[in-house]
């Protein structure tokens, strides 16, 4: 019992000794490395897990703002569609006016023409005519002109159609 | 007292949560050394335990002739003197200091004794003490003088008769708790300073190994102990102390349990719990701060003739704190080393009697030891862990600030009430 519950002078030294040692070698050599680098660590970990956050909070925007954008374009190009629907429809109405009033045009003038040629074969057909009939007058004129009593009828109808006026 | 008020106040249900967690798995490293258990039941003690029952008695007719024969030598050993086994004797000098180790039978590493004696140092082995008898028991006789008076060195002079009373020596010996102190020292660094070395090699790695093993008591310490007792910022300044008593004494601890090494009582040797504690309350006493000292010898708030009371209670609760720290963690390592000898002694004492007492006795001692170490394995982690938490509550009472007063009020109240 007298060994249990007294102190030795001895083992007390050895104890402090022993255990100052060990504490100024753990916490030079073993805590200070150990505790930094644990707390890099966590750090690290800390880290990674905001940029996580951050990356995500970026990715929902971007993911966002895609989707903006690609609403966008959306709407532009049905914007653009039926701009162009519009305007080929209105190129191809304007075309199909304008074709058809030059078809109306060439139709008029060709109209003109045709009766421009019929007056002129109209004029040309009574020159004709009129020729023919003086001649015809002339080869008549020149027998009633021989026979004297002609002569005198002829006189005689002539006053009488144009002496009539 | 102290301890069960600390549990229940401090740290709430997170530490204890921790804590169960790590009795699970200390419960569990506990069954599967039931072989080991049963083992040490037969190196504890020199007689090993099958052969009890049967060799005893003749082992202690032969005991009574050597008896005869050793007088001279002034013998001490236990269970020799008498010729008969003595349960008392056989534990009490298990438990105690030796300035040899026994390993079993008739091994013993005799270990440097080193005495400061009027002045002068004398160095030899502790071998000069004793001579091995037949029985693997040792027979002590004088050497230059000093005697080894139940492993405590006397001088009582040349040719000094059996009872001469000699005065005591200073005695600087590696006894055998010293011996045991310096190989876990040994030990903790070589393998620490493997751990730290991981830690440089993988640094952005998931640890891995022993690293991996030791990093959640090292988490354990830091988190679960410092941080909540001291706070965060003055947690750093005082987690390499506790996490070295932490690991210091858990190893010893571990290594009283270690069988076929002569049953290391470490942490149940005083002088060395008495080393750990004086250097806490060095440490409580210097960074004290002037709202600690002032709650001791100035309690606020408290009625004139209560300080009266209260000052010298305050002030002697000072010493009486690390002085509990210090039993407490020799007294529970104690007890275990002494139920499981005990264990031993019984199956011996019945096999005394009678060879198939001792055998039925015997097959219950060994159940009951290999219980025992299970409990005491959980026992080394958990007083290592109260002594490192003791510790760390009682640094964080020194360094309180009066900001954070107000929110361990009602936990100072109760441990001020004590």
């Known amino acids: 019992m007298e060994g249990l519950l007294s102190v030795s002078v001895g083992t007390v030294f050895w104890a402090s000794v022993a255990f100052l040692c060990v504490l100024v070698i753990m916490k030079r050599m073993a805590w200070g490395p150990i505790m930094s680098s644990l707390k890099d660590r966590e750090e690290g970990i800390a880290n990674a897990l905001r940029q996580a956050d951050l990356a995500k909070e970026e990715m929902s925007r971007l993911q966002a703002s895609n989707e903006d954008l690609l609403r966008e374009a959306r709407n532009e190009r049905d914007r653009i569609l039926n701009e162009a629907k519009a305007m080929s429809d209105k190129m191809r109405n304007d075309a199909v006016g304008r074709s058809q009033e030059e078809a109306n045009r060439i139709i008029a003038k060709a109209q003109a023409e045709i009766e421009n040629q019929k007056q002129a074969a109209i004029t040309d057909l009574k020159n004709q005519v009129a020729e023919l009939s003086v001649n015809l007058a002339e080869v008549l004129l020149k027998d009633s002109l021989t026979d004297d009593q002609k002569q005198k009828a002829l006189n005689h109808s002539l006053i009488k159609e144009f002496g009539a006026n | 007292m102290l301890c069960v008020d600390y549990f229940c106040t401090a740290k709430n249900g997170f530490v204890m949560v921790r804590l169960y967690q790590f009795l699970f798995i200390i419960g569990f490293l506990g069954m599967t050394s039931v072989a080991i258990a049963q083992h040490e039941g037969h190196a504890s003690e ?103 008076h139940h492993e405590m060195i006397e001088f009582v002079g040349e040719n000094a008769s059996h009872d001469a009373h000699g005065h005591k020596v200073m005695d600087f010996s590696i006894t055998k708790s010293v011996f045991g102190m310096m190989l876990v020292i040994v030990l903790m660094i070589i393998l620490f300073r493997s751990v730290a070395n991981k830690y440089k090699r993988n640094v952005g790695k998931a640890p891995s190994g022993f690293q991996n093993m030791i990093e959640p008591f090292i988490l354990f310490v830091r988190d679960d102990i410092a941080l909540p007792s001291l706070g965060k910022k003055k947690a750093a300044l005082y987690t390499p102390f506790l996490l070295t008593v932490f690991f210091f004494i858990w190893m010893c601890n571990m290594l009283g349990l270690v069988p076929f090494l002569g049953g290391f009582n470490i942490t149940g040797t005083l002088s060395i719990t008495l080393v750990l504690a004086a250097i806490v309350f060095i440490i409580t006493s210097v960074s004290g701060n002037k709202h600690y000292w002032g709650h001791i010898f100035w309690p606020p708030g408290v009625p004139g003739f209560v300080k009266v009371i209260l000052v010298p209670i305050e002030f002697m609760s000072i010493f009486i704190k690390p002085c509990v720290l210090m039993i407490r963690l020799t007294a529970n390592i104690t007890a275990g080393h002494i139920i499981i000898l005990a264990f031993v002694g019984l199956a011996l004492m019945f096999g005394q009697q009678s060879p198939v007492a001792g055998y039925g006795v015997g097959v219950g001692s060994v159940l009951f030891m290999a219980f025992m170490y299970c409990l005491e394995l959980l026992v080394a982690f958990l007083q290592a862990y109260v002594f490192t938490l003791l510790a760390a509550l009682y640094f964080g009472d020194a360094t309180q600030d009066h900001h954070a007063e107000h929110d361990h009020g009602h936990e100072h109240e109760i441990q001020h009430a004590h």
């Open chain 2, 46 to 148: 020199p007689v090993a335990h099958d052969q009890v029952s049967v060799e005893q008695p003749a082992h202690a007719d032969t005991n009574s002739h050597a008896h005869t024969d050793s007088l001279a030598h002034a013998s001490h050993d236990t269970a020799h003197a008498e010729g008969e086994f003595k349960i008392g004797e056989m534990i009490m000098h298990h438990i105690s200091d030796a300035h040899q180790i026994h390993l079993g039978g008739s091994l013993y590493i005799p270990l440097p004794i080193i005495i400061l004696h009027e002045g002068h140092l004398d160095v030899f082995s502790s071998s000069n003490f004793y001579s091995v008898n037949e029985q693997g028991e040792l027979d002590y006789h004088d050497y230059k003088g000093y005697r080894n």
